[in-house]
């Protein structure tokens, strides 16, 4: 029996880590918000490995934190350890990734959203949201009906979540939460497009069964870097070593001698899995010429003995996992606390949202995270972040937020799936952006805290430390290029230790901090009109924009460029069987998704730069 239960704004449903960041988006922009959950206890879970960051997803986060989000900066507090990836590469591909504590993530996350104003958190099933004019009603198991003018769906991977150990399979959501099984069904009635994915994850193992002292250890850095703009907040535990363990041949036998009991391989399993995390049984297979495989044993928190086995994700039989787990040199006495599973869920074609990620054939439905068939956290925070915006921006009869992909990895993300959709979870890599240079984690907030301001999230407190970090950052640019040494004993001396090139005349300091050997604090002894006030991040980013000057002017003319072709609108109404010279595939995939501009039109798969120049002169002959 129903019941009308309250109007709000906004309603978010789900509470992982794309819900979280819709959820407060939407009500520090003053939409009164709901923030549904299967579970209180697991608002915030990370059932997969417990860390924040890394190579692409580092980036991500660093953005989410420049346009006023929330990921960031709990994730600071709760920090295990910290590590910079990628330092011996260029700054365009350094990631930042830390190993959390898991249940501290999730408390911390819990208590921002608790005392967040116009949030209210909930623990309700959604089993149904259908369409009244202009309003959407959201339906409970209970009988519940809320109606909102946007609606966020941040389902994770419980719609319709069955686990899948051996040929032991059995609805459920992940951890052994409860599925979400009515509400996929009522979607596909509503015409929301669904398809089936799989991800998986490795099995925690009891610290104390583990044999450190043969294994290799992974320290953090020792000046260990964080994602928010406030050091105040930075984790002061962050100090906890993580390790490396390898399988072996013996690992491999096992494997091999079992697949004919891997759901994966027996046809059980029919989601699609991630390419770019793959088991340890497909990496066996798709990799038969390695003999060992690197796996990380991260721990789960400071104050539990579980561990996290990364690199291990199985969805072998119980028995072949601990044989396979007991072959590995240092986990030969392992004691398994939950054991690995592969977990299939439905999510809906991204291909169906346009780039506010709201559906295009239901105006005020929005969706976010793994549901639009992403994979990680950090994927998930960033369009939930979008997300949430959007769904507010409808309610307030303001403008929708729309990040191009020259702008940042969030933009590049959403891109992505709107304009070519994906047929396996969705993982954000560096290598997906042409701007890579222009897009790094060091000046995401000068990418972005504008736009965060102009929005609304980023606040007078924020903003200011913004501004001041900013003129730092100018101020010393331009006082490096007008400085000039003279030759000295102290100059000759800083280029030998460096092997670089001796200096006869005088030299601007920008051309020596050009050369790939020379730093900015090796410059320090003959740099005497340095200011004492440059924070370390600011010393970086200034090394960093005159040291690639040459090659960042080249990326922003690009950038310029692909800007012109996200400024040419296509109408609406386009008839694209009408428009004489493009290929009939052509016609067929424009009609069908419907971009909004030469720019998405050019990026959409099989569509040629013959056709895109036929679009040029048909909408020149409009004018």
């Not at 198991?141 to 040929?167: E, P, Q």
């Not at 984790?235 to 001698?257: G, K, L, Q, V």
């Not at 592969?342 to 793994?370: H, M, N, R, V, W």
């Not at 409808?394 to 929708?400: I, T, Y």
Request: proline share 4%; hydrophobic share 35%.
């Amino acid at each position: 029996m129903e019941y009308i239960a309250q109007s709000v704004d906004v309603i978010i449903v789900g509470a992982g880590h794309a819900g979280i960041e819709a959820a407060l988006a939407s009500a520090r922009l003053g939409c009164k918000t709901v923030l549904f959950t299967l579970n209180l206890d697991a608002v915030g879970n990370m059932p997969c490995n417990p860390s924040i960051g890394g190579t692409g997803k580092g980036h991500l986060v660093y953005e989410i934190e420049a346009l006023g989000g929330q990921m960031g900066k709990t994730a600071d507090k709760v920090c295990l350890q910290s590590r910079m990836l990628n330092r011996g590469k260029g700054p365009a591909v350094h990631s930042l990734r830390m190993q959390a504590d898991r249940v501290k993530y999730r408390l911390e996350m819990k208590k921002v959203i608790e005392n967040c104003e116009n949030l209210s958190l909930i623990q309700a099933e959604i089993v149904d949201i259908r369409k009244d004019g202009e309003i959407w009603n959201v339906v409970t198991r209970l009988g519940a009906v809320w109606s909102a003018k946007s609606v966020v769906i941040c389902s994770g991977t419980y719609l319709c979540g069955s686990i899948i150990v051996g040929d032991v399979a059995y609805s459920s959501g992940p951890d052994g939460m409860f599925p979400s099984d009515i509400l996929s069904e009522n979607l596909r009635k509503l015409g929301v497009p669904l398809v089936r994915f799989k991800t998986g994850t490795p099995a925690r193992i009891h610290a104390d069964s583990i044999d450190y002292s043969v294994l290799e250890i992974q320290e953090g850095d020792k000046n260990a870097e964080h994602f928010s703009s406030v050091e105040e907040g930075f984790s002061t535990i962050a100090e906890m070593p993580c390790y490396i363990a390898y399988t072996n041949e013996e690992t491999h036998r096992i494997i091999r001698d079992n697949l004919h009991r891997s759901p994966l391989y027996s046809g059980h399993i029919k989601g699609v899995g991630p390419r770019y995390c793959p088991s340890i049984e497909d990496k066996v297979v798709r990799f038969a010429d390695k003999q060992r495989h690197q796996l990380f044993v991260e721990p789960m928190g400071d104050d539990t003995k579980e561990v996290y086995l990364q690199g291990f994700s199985s969805s072998l039989p119980e028995d072949v996992q601990l044989e396979m787990l007991h072959s590995i040199k240092g986990l030969e006495n392992a004691v398994v606390m939950r054991n690995a599973y592969a977990i299939e869920y439905d999510c809906t074609d991204p291909l169906s949202l346009d780039a506010g990620l709201e559906f295009k054939e239901f105006k005020g439905l929005f969706g976010a995270g793994q549901f639009n068939g992403t994979s990680g956290y950090e994927e998930a925070a960033a369009q939930g972040l979008v997300a949430g915006i959007n769904a507010a921006m409808r309610v307030l009869g303001k403008e929708k937020l729309v990040l191009p992909r020259n702008s940042s990895y969030i933009g590049t993300l959403i891109d992505d799936l709107v304009t070519k959709g994906t047929n396996e979870p969705y993982r954000i890599m560096t290598s997906r952006s042409e701007y890579r240079l222009l897009l790094r984690q060091d000046n995401a907030d000068r990418r972005l805290t504008e736009i965060g301001r102009s929005v609304g999230l980023v606040d007078d407190e924020a903003y200011e430390r913004f501004i001041l970090k900013k003129k730092h950052i100018e101020d010393e640019i331009e006082r490096i290029k007008n400085t000039g040494f003279g030759p000295s004993e102290d100059l000759s001396k800083i280029l030998e230790e460096r092997n670089s090139t001796p200096v006869s005349n005088g030299i601007k300091m920008a051309d020596l901090l050009r050369r790939p050997e020379i730093t900015y604090e090796c410059l320090a002894p003959i740099d005497k009109e340095r200011p004492a006030n440059l924070s370390d991040r600011e010393k970086q980013a200034v090394e960093i924009e005159i040291k690639y000057e040459g090659y960042i002017k080249k990326e922003l003319a690009e950038a310029e460029r692909f800007t012109k072709l996200e400024k040419k609108v296509l109408p609406e109404d386009i008839d694209y069987y009408a428009v004489k010279g493009i290929r009939a595939e052509t016609q067929q995939k424009l009609t069908k998704f419907r971009p909004k501009n030469i720019g998405q039109a050019s990026r959409i798969s099989g569509v040629s730069p013959a056709d895109i120049s036929v679009l040029l002169i048909y909408l020149d002959s409009l004018k």
